[in-house]
């Protein structure tokens, strides 16, 4: 469940990013002849918050996002609430465009490792979504159109990005019990063998087996430094909480 606080309702952008950020799976609406064609597809997203979509040419989204590039993802939140119309979700549209970018290749398998069978597939691509506006829905009366631009983070992170696959195998190899910890403090799950599988300047990606979770920063982290604090943070966090 994805619990709303005083901040996201300060915040609908912070909010609808956390949304995308936590979401493994979204309904994609391409267009057909004109017309709406709804689909399930996974989704994970790049270091500033654009989804990304792995997609293989002969499915019928994909050669409607050929003809037409205009795409409209829903990200539901709603899982856990009692009234699934009490949760947040957000609508977000945009424009579907085939990149060829191995770092954010890299980052949708390790938030979906099955997709390491088919990601090299000749007829897979990459496709990023860059949103053009948002209409997010963070419960009964929290209602809020979003525009593109305040929907991905600006900035500087291309050190962040370069030092992902470094800080990531430093957190899982030597400071695993670490991870562990976040895991089963902050986020109260259980399991062996939980790893980080991801960072952007907002937080942190976990995974354990098909349990995939986030964590969110207090503050954004642009740079390693940034980073490493981040995550002593979070781990007194953990270390305090009973």
Do not use: K
């Not at 996002?65 to 993802?73: A, M, N």
């Not at 007829?123 to 929907?151: C, K, M, Q």
């Not at 695993?176 to 976040?182: D, E, N, S, W």
């Not at 995939?212 to 740079?223: K, T």
């Amino acid at each position: 469940m994805m619990v709303l606080g005083d901040r996201d309702a300060l915040d609908p952008p912070q909010t609808a990013r956390r949304l995308i950020r936590r979401s493994g799976h979204v309904c994609l609406a391409s267009v057909l002849d004109g017309g709406p064609y709804a689909s399930l597809v996974a989704v994970a997203c790049d270091v500033v918050g654009n989804p990304l979509l792995l997609l293989s040419d002969l499915a019928r989204h994909t050669r409607n996002i050929r003809d037409d590039p205009r795409v409209s993802l829903l990200f539901d939140g709603t899982e856990g609430y009692p009234d699934p119309l009490a949760g947040p979700r957000l609508s977000f549209v945009g424009r579907a465009e085939a990149i060829a970018d191995e770092a954010a290749r890299a980052r949708f398998v390790a938030r979906h490792p099955s997709a390491s069978a088919y990601a090299e597939f000749a007829d897979f691509r990459l496709y990023r979504v860059t949103g053009e506006r948002g209409h997010l829905v963070a419960g009964f009366g929290r209602i809020d159109w979003i525009d593109g631009a305040a929907l991905r983070l600006f900035g500087d992170f291309a050190a962040l990005a370069q030092s992902e696959n470094e800080i990531l195998a430093h957190m899982n190899v030597d400071h695993a019990a670490t991870v562990a910890l976040y895991a089963e403090r902050l986020l109260h799950r259980r399991g062996e063998g939980w790893r980080l599988t991801g960072i952007d300047p907002e937080g942190i990606d976990l995974r354990c087996g098909d349990d995939a979770a986030r964590l969110d920063f207090a503050a954004s982290a642009d740079a390693p430094t940034a980073v490493r604090a981040a995550l002593i943070a979070l781990a007194e966090a953990a270390r305090a909480a009973v």
